[in-house]
């Protein structure tokens, strides 16, 4: 039997399929609305990565909070002394003033006796000895440069680990659960602490019938209608058409991201979406 496809890009012959259904459908130029659900565009759940005894948590769940705000403290006064200490040792360069105040005394004092030793004022053996404690002094400072270097790197190792023991938002959102309270002992076997949902831009998810596939593409603006109480016509931009077909109830999925920036809508709401731009068209 002739395949009247046969000739097409498998793209193509898709399109051509889908086309197809939808001519079987009754042929209507518009596409029918389908049901969706409303989401968080993202949802973070924050762990610690160390052990330790909390020592703040200063949000509430439905707290509002930017990126960078400081949502659960654990106690660091051990971290903090180690801090302090490894910044004064890193800070403190007396050492190697005092080596290079010697450095420079034995070279002027190995100077002196090589001129000595050119009148057979002293002998070989001193001037030998005096170089001998110059690069022995010289070794000396280039080992307290050395520890001072060393002593900055524990500094930073000490600020990192300190900052582990503060958590904080890596999202603008809305705190959705609180699962701590100060005093608890918390470690990072025992689950997240703090969740964020991110909801100035929501991901609208639905499925839409194969039918609806060769009218659509990623980038058409449609409308969201949310249930009630909420309601309205909410614009959204198709961002995800899914490539791979569910053969059980032949429909592909479909995402949309919808700008929420004034944080008028919740997630977790069913819609329907209309196929239509807001304004109709």
Known sequence: MHDPFSGLTAKARTLALAAGWALAAGGAAALTPVSCLIQPEDTVRLATPVAGIV?????????????GT????????????????????????????????RVAFLEAQL?????????????????????????????????AHLARTLAGIEADQSRALLAQKTLRAP?????????????????????HLVTI?????????????????????VGREVTIRPE?????????????????????????????????????LPAGLRCEVDFTAPDGG
């Open 55 to 67: 020592a703040e948590v200063p949000v509430e769940r439905g707290d509002i909070v930017t990126a």
């Open 70 to 101: 400081v949502v659960a403290r654990l106690d660091s006064t051990l971290e903090d002394i180690a801090l302090a200490l490894a910044e004064a040792r890193a800070a403190n360069p007396s050492r190697i003033h005092s080596l290079e105040a």
């Open 111 to 143: 100077d002196r006796n090589e001129r000595l030793a050119t009148r057979d004022a002293v002998p070989e053996a001193t001037v030998q000895e005096s170089r001998l404690e110059r690069a022995v002094a010289r070794l000396e400072l280039d080992e």
């Open 171 to 191: 999202i603008a959102g809305v705190v959705t659960e609180r699962l701590i309270s100060p005093g608890e002992f918390r470690d990072p076997q025992q689950g």
């Open 197 to 217: 949902a991110r909801l100035d831009v929501l991901r609208v998810e639905a499925f839409a019938p194969i039918a609806h596939y060769a009218e659509l593409e």
């Open 228 to 264: 009630a109480p909420f309601g309205g016509a909410w614009p959204a931009t198709i961002t995800i058409i899914d490539r791979v077909f569910d053969a059980a109830t032949a429909t592909f999925g479909l995402v949309m991201r919808l700008e929420n920036a004034d944080l008028l």
